[in-house]
């Protein structure tokens, strides 16, 4: 598969979640398993950052690959950064319309990882966010990972969430377990805790979420992502 027909197969992929109310529906923020779900990760990236000495963000420049709608990168502000030093990119142009419209002041663009258009060294973290696990291309996967460093600072740090396990509902995605991100991002120490109890089920757990989303959570077999802190070397 060529690079430039991997770019088209996923902003097809994710564009058609867009148009999809049934998909866009599961991960509704009123279900509480939904918001179990992000509660998990958000604490365990804090968790992270603070072990990093990262926080607060002040004077930091982070950058989010995949940007979305733009809620991982607001909460970077939340702990500190400014949002003139918050920087998104996404394959579709709707997606970047609606998160500009959300966050005024955050610097938000259609931009391609393989070629980010940033200087070298330009940011402290760079957010990942199911991005790696969406490239089925592995020379496409290696150019982003390589993108990646190249505008990290030395000591820098990639804040990870992604898949560790297949999900056999979804062909367009594909697990990115250590041994996967090792390659992609050699040198780097990783830091990677297992988290994100199995969405469906997750889902169906109603009012009963706050008693059994923790439980689960200890169940290492349900434990679907990984959440990590990837540490750039100091040196080449």
């Known amino acids: 598969m060529g690079e430039v027909d991997e770019v088209a197969r996923i902003r097809g992929v994710y564009q058609r979640y867009q148009d999809d109310a049934a998909k866009l529906a599961q991960w509704s923020e009123a279900n509480l398993g939904n918001q179990a779900i992000e509660d998990e990760r958000t604490l365990l990236i804090r968790r992270l950052l603070a072990e990093a000495g990262l926080l607060p963000l002040t004077d930091r420049r982070v950058l989010d690959i995949g940007c979305g709608n733009g809620t991982e990168l607001a909460r970077m502000a939340e702990w500190g950064a400014a949002r003139e030093d918050l920087y998104g990119i996404d394959l579709l142009d709707d997606v970047v319309r609606t998160a500009r419209a959300q966050h005024p002041g955050v610097h938000i663009e259609v931009g391609n990882a393989e070629r980010l258009e940033f ?4 940011f402290d973290l760079v957010l990942l966010f199911t991005v790696l696990s ?26 990870w969430y992604d898949l560790r396990c297949p999900n056999p509902r979804n062909r367009a995605v594909r697990p990115l377990r250590r041994a996967a991100s090792e390659r992609l991002f050699p040198g780097f120490a990783m830091r990677l805790l297992p988290a994100t109890v199995l969405p469906p089920l997750a889902r169906r757990l109603g009012r009963f979420t706050p008693v059994w989303y923790p439980r689960l959570a200890r169940i290492g077999l349900l434990q679907t992502h990984y959440v990590g802190f990837l540490t750039k070397p100091l040196t080449v």
Do not use: K, Q, T
């Not at 200087?119 to 330009?122: F, H």
């Open 119 to 122: 200087p070298d060294e330009s």
């Open 134 to 159: 969406s490239v089925l291309d592995e020379a496409m996967a290696r150019h982003i990972g390589a993108e990646v460093r190249r505008v990290l600072v030395p000591g820098g740090g990639v804040v």
